[in-house]
T-cell receptor, first 113, second 112 residues
Framework: QKEVEQNSGPLSVPEGAIASLNCTYS??????FFWYRQYSGKSPELIMS????GDKEDGRFTAQLNKASQYVSLLIRDSQPSDSATYLC?????????????FGQGTELSVKP | NAGVTQTPKFQVLKTGQSMTLQCAQD?????MYWYRQDPGMGLRLIYY???????DKGEVPNGYNVSRLNKREFSLRLESAAPSQTSVYFC???????????FGPGTRLTVL
């Protein structure tokens, strides 16, 4: 079983709609969760981090975490064509070297005008 | 601040050739990472260095070696390149204990 799983998509939504991206993880000890956005041919850029159960909002983005269900999601409200990208979920794995991130395979989002 | 820089941006190798990918960060971070990204595979960790003087294997270390030259620089070496190593390589850094990683622009490597 993969440690971090995402639907690869593509997920297509119309402009102005809510895009919902989902991620599940296997390590119950994980404490830090991240969403990165990656435009085609570019490097990943951090858009959200979340550490506690519940919702965290930043502008049009809301991250949701449920540790009991080992589930983290990203909602994008009022989706814009410029949001079209691949979204990577990352989860920390603690080890004796401090820790590292495990990434999901990414969900490709397409926002249609 | 330049953040995380990588050289070269593009490289084409023949099977069996060697090369070193360079990475440097100016954020005074302790931890540095090398990933490869293949279509549909997300980012896979090759090696990481939690702090200067230490390195550890990640998920896919075979065929690679690393050197943490100093706090700023972390290089990745392919001793004998194979077509299976055709990929985009990203370097990242983070402050120890924070988990938030910042990525360089990537190196696109093709092995013929």
């Amino acid at each position: 079983q993969k440690e971090v799983e995402q639907n690869s998509g593509p997920l297509s939504v119309p402009e102005g709609a809510i895009a919902s991206l989902n991620c599940t993880y296997s390590d119950r000890g994980s404490q830090s969760f991240f969403w990165y956005r990656q435009y085609s041919g570019k490097s990943p850029e951090l858009i959200m981090s979340i550490y506690s159960n519940g919702d965290k909002e930043d502008g049009r983005f809301t991250a949701q975490l449920n540790k009991a269900s080992q589930y983290v999601s990203l909602l994008i409200r009022d989706s814009q064509p410029s949001d079209s990208a691949t979204y990577l979920c990352a989860v920390n794995i603690r080890d004796n070297q401090g820790g590292k991130l495990i990434f999901g395979q990414g969900t490709e989002l397409s926002v249609k005008p | 601040n330049a953040g995380v820089t990588q050289t070269p941006k593009f490289q084409v190798l023949k099977t069996g050739q060697s090369m070193t990918l360079q990475c440097a960060q100016d954020m005074n971070h302790n931890s540095m990472y090398w990933y490869r990204q293949d279509p549909g595979m997300g980012l896979r960790l090759i090696y990481y260095s939690a702090s200067e003087g230490t390195t550890d294997k990640g998920e896919v270390p075979n065929g690679y070696n690393v050197s943490r030259l100093n706090k700023r620089e972390f290089s990745l070496r392919l001793e004998s390149a194979a077509p299976s190593q055709t990929s985009v390589y990203f370097c990242a850094s983070s402050e120890w204990g924070t988990d938030t990683q910042y990525f360089g622009p990537g190196t696109r490597l093709t092995v013929l």
